[in-house]
C-alpha cells in the first residue's frame, strides 16, 4: 500500500512537472528565467532617499483594431480631454504632474490628430515619440519611414528633439509587435538585420521597447539599463549587452532602457504557477497597489547608482477595452498609491518623467551626477520645439493650470 501511494505521489508530481515545463516553453520564459532566477536582489539603504523615477510609455494607435476615422478620432479626443483632468490631481516630489509619453505609430499619422497631441503635451501632460510597425523591410525601407516622420514631426509640429550643435534629430523609440532587431523567431514584424545601427545613425538615444513577455521577442537580459551593439546579418543583437554604469563611457549602439520583468507570486494560474509580471496596463492588468510594489523592487538603475530606481511601464492607449481604465480610478488610484508610498521625502521620493527626460537622468547617473534626480530632466537631450513655448503664446487651457504645470 505505502509503494502505490508512493507512486502516486510521484505520478503526480511528474504530472505537475511536465505541466511547468510546457507553461514555461509556452510563455517563452525559458529565454530570461535563468536571468531572473539568479538575479541579486537590490536592497533599499535605510541611510539614504531611494528615488523612484516614473514613465509611463504608451504604444498609441489610434486606428488600432482597423478603425474606422470617426473612431480614431474620438479615441484621440478623449485622450486630450481626459487625461489632462486626471494627471492635474497628481503631483511628485518636484511639482510635476504625471507625463504620458505618447510613441505614436509612423504608419498611422494623421496631422490632426498630432497637433492634438502637441497641445496636451505642450500643457506639460507628456511628450511624443516614434513607434513603428512594419514587416519584411529593408534597412533603406526603414530609413525612409523613419526619416520621413521625423521631417513631418518638425516641420508640421516642432515635435522632434534635436542636437543644439548639429541640428540633427534626436527620438526615443519603440517597435511595434516587440520585434527590435527582427528578433521575431519567425522574422515577421520588422525584416532589418542589425536594426539597432540603423535606428542610431537616425539620431535614436533610446529604445524603450522591452519588456515583450511572453512573446519570443524577449531578452535574456532583463530589468536593466545597457547598451547593446548591432552585428552585420544578425538579429536580436540587444539579447546581450553592456550595462550603463556609472563613470563608464557609453558603448555600442544604442541604449536599451527596460521596464520591469519578473515573477508575481501573489498572482498565481491554477494557485501554483506565478504569472509574469510584464509592466504592461490594461483593463485585464490593472495597476494594483501589489503590481506597484514589484515594479519599484525590480530596482532597475544605473550600475553604481542604485538609490535612482526607474520604473518604465506600458500601455497600449486607444485599445477600447482599457481606455476606461487608463483614463480612471485604476490609474487614478495607481498615481496616489505612487505618492502616499513613495513620495513621504524620507524614505522615498517620486519623478514622474517622460521617456526623454527618463533617458536625460540616465545619462546624468553614467556621468557621476548625484543629489537630485529631478533636476537632470533636460540633462542630455532638450526639450522639442513645442514644449519651448514663448510666454506671449496662450492656449485652450488656462493660464493658471499652465503656470501650475510648468513650474517644474
Known sequence: ????????????????????????????????????????????????????????????????????????????????????????????????????????????????????????????????????????????????????????????????????????????????NWALDNSRKDGRWCGVNNELAVLADLGCYVDMTLPSAPSDTQTRKINSIYYAKGRNGCSKSHDTGIDVEVGRPESGDLMILQGPLCLNWRDRKYGLLPRIENSDIRASSPPTPERVDLWVDCAIHVKGRPQWRFVKIHTHGTQEGDIDSLLGNPVDDMFSYLEENYNDGQKYALHYVSAREMFNIVKAAEAGETGDPGLYRDYRIQPPAYLRKSEDQVDTVSEVNRSEVNQC
Open 1 to 176: 500500500m505505502n509503494s502505490l501511494i508512493t507512486g502516486f505521489i510521484l505520478t503526480g508530481a511528474g504530472l505537475v512537472g511536465v505541466l511547468i515545463g510546457l507553461e514555461v516553453y509556452r510563455k517563452n520564459m525559458h529565454i530570461w528565467l535563468w536571468s531572473y532566477l539568479t538575479r541579486r536582489p537590490v536592497r533599499r539603504r535605510d541611510d539614504q532617499l531611494t528615488h523612484v523615477i516614473f514613465a509611463f510609455c504608451d504604444h498609441f494607435e489610434p486606428q488600432w483594431g482597423g478603425a474606422d476615422y470617426e473612431t480614431e478620432s474620438q479615441r484621440v479626443d478623449r485622450w486630450c480631454e481626459e487625461y489632462p483632468k486626471l494627471a492635474a490631481k497628481h503631483r511628485d516630489a518636484d511639482g510635476c504632474p504625471p507625463r504620458h509619453s505618447f510613441f505614436y505609430p509612423e504608419e498611422e499619422y494623421r496631422e490632426e490628430h498630432l497637433a492634438r497631441l502637441a497641445d496636451l503635451c505642450r500643457d506639460g501632460f507628456g511628450e511624443i515619440e516614434i513607434h513603428l510597425h512594419h514587416d519584411r523591410d529593408t534597412a533603406e525601407g526603414l530609413r525612409d519611414k523613419i526619416t520621413g516622420f521625423l521631417d513631418t514631426l518638425d516641420t508640421t509640429h516642432g515635435a522632434v528633439a534635436k542636437d543644439s550643435r548639429q541640428g540633427t534629430y534626436q527620438f526615443a523609440f519603440i517597435h511595434g
